[in-house]
């Protein structure tokens, strides 16, 4: 009954900027700075991801060069003191690298952010070499959807499979991403699992349901 959920490969960037294990420092500043972007995937072979190089893991080198002696003492993790004297992609990354698949669902590549505290993830092919990436951003475009393809999702979906006609009469609206549905319907108890499901539909930001029992009597209202 679902309507196929947007994955990865529909929103993320396919044209992606990365580096070889021993691309230069200044090379992989420049690229960042080039493509207003603050990480890189490392990549080897035909392609195959090893490491993410981000501003975060070159920043212990610039803190060394402005202040050696503090920049020592703030540099407490042996890993941070590793970096701060790195020149290399292969050096400076974090690996192994967290990705994703490009037919991942979005709420997936949302998850692998948060728990791994990332902006950004690169995704990978079934034989894990570089196909893209994805952002925040990116994930956040599937909000961009138009109100109607919402609407018309939910009644295909969700209405005319939870309450189909003519014991309900739903009428679906949605308005900025948030939909109400209106009308009677047989069986109340479904309210719950209706709004598990419109909440699931890509786009979908809220739901407000004004919905009554069928069988209270009003006219034009189905019988049980």
């Keep these: 009954m679902y309507g196929t959920p947007h994955i990865v490969s529909d929103v993320m960037t396919h044209t992606v900027a990365a580096v070889g294990r021993r691309a230069p420092f200044k090379e992989i500043v420049r690229l960042m700075q080039d493509w207003q972007i603050s ?88 034989a894990g070499l570089l196909a893209g990436i994805v952002s925040r951003t990116d994930l956040l475009k599937v909000f961009l959807r138009d109100d109607e393809d919402i609407a018309e999702e939910v009644r295909r979906e969700v209405v005319s499979y939870l309450f189909p006609a003519p014991a309900s009469a739903i009428h679906v609206d949605v308005h900025d991403g948030v939909v109400t549905l209106t009308g009677r319907i047989r069986d109340t108890a479904l309210v719950p699992v209706a709004a598990h499901l419109v909440r699931a539909v890509e786009g979908v930001v809220d739901v407000q349901f004004d919905l009554a029992p069928a069988h209270h009597g009003v006219t034009g209202a189905g019988r049980p």
């Design 39 to 126: 990480a890189l995937p490392v990549i080897e072979g035909e392609g195959r991801v090893v490491g993410v190089v981000s501003e975060a893991d070159m920043l212990p080198t610039e803190e060394l060069r402005d202040d050696p002696q503090a920049g020592y003492l703030r540099l407490r993790r042996p890993a941070d003191l590793a970096k701060a004297g790195a020149l290399t992609a292969g050096d400076l990354m974090s690996s192994p690298a967290v990705t994703v698949r490009a037919n991942a669902t979005l709420a997936e590549a949302a998850r692998a952010m948060a728990q791994e505290g990332v902006k950004r993830l690169p995704v990978v092919d079934d």
